[in-house]
């Protein structure tokens, strides 16, 4: 499932804009939206902000941690999201962590294996598997950085096909999307952002989930 957008969709759909994850980002995904207000989530999306809310709020009652933890240090930075992920070299990190872990997640089945293309045309049979060579992925990557580096207002351009186009077929579940939301939240965590920044980051991921799940 991989999330990545162009600025017509960000236009479109006013949302301030990663796995999922699926290869498909290779060849591009569309749909992130404007960032309104530096301040706040910048999904654009009442129903993305709380799912990423929630989120963070499980993840922080496992570790044990007070409410609004680790929030207090960035509360009146106004910087765009895009230069407190660390600009380009923060994005790519990310970028990189994140595709490696999920790639590696079997709960993500990010090359999809085993996933056909249905429906009633002659390609029904289709395999749908993605080939994990050493240059999709480099080229993955880059175009994860980009839709990261676009979504959070940095100066990204993005090259590729719109996400629903890119997705179609893969018959992405929404268990799927959410292990693949898990893996970027454990690259947040490990690269020790904090969580006003990753619940941002979350909401607007999460604003891609209509594009890519097909299966409920």
């Not at 600025?7 to 404007?34: D, E, F, Q």
């Not at 309104?36 to 799912?51: L, V």
């Not at 890119?166 to 268990?175: E, M, S, V, Y």
């Amino acid at each position: 499932m991989i999330w990545i957008g162009n600025k017509k969709a960000l236009l479109n759909i006013a949302i301030a804009s990663m796995l999922l994850l699926m290869p498909i980002i290779i060849t591009g995904c569309g749909g992130a939206a404007k960032q309104k207000d530096k301040n706040f989530f910048t999904s654009g999306s009442p129903e993305a902000d709380q799912r990423a809310d929630q989120r963070m709020a499980q993840s922080e009652q496992l570790k044990g941690e007070g409410e609004g933890s680790g929030d207090k240090a960035v509360t009146d930075d106004k910087r765009s999201l895009f230069d407190r992920l660390g600009g380009d070299a923060g994005i790519q990190a990310i970028s990189e962590d994140f595709i490696t872990r999920a790639m590696a997640d079997p709960r993500v089945n990010f090359t999809r294996k085993g996933i056909t293309q249905g429906g009633l045309s002659i390609h029904r049979e289709k395999s749908m598997e993605w080939d994990a060579s050493t240059a999709n992925i480099k080229l993955l990557k880059l175009h994860m950085s980009e839709f990261l580096g676009l979504a959070s207002g940095g100066p990204s351009v993005y090259q590729g096909r719109q996400m629903k186009d890119a997705h179609a077929d893969l018959h992405i579940t929404n268990a799927e999307f959410d292990a693949a939301l898990g893996d970027l939240k454990a690259t947040l965590d490990k690269m020790k952002i904090a969580n006003k920044e990753q619940k941002e980051l979350l909401a607007i991921m999460e604003t891609t989930r209509p594009q890519i799940v097909e299966e409920q």
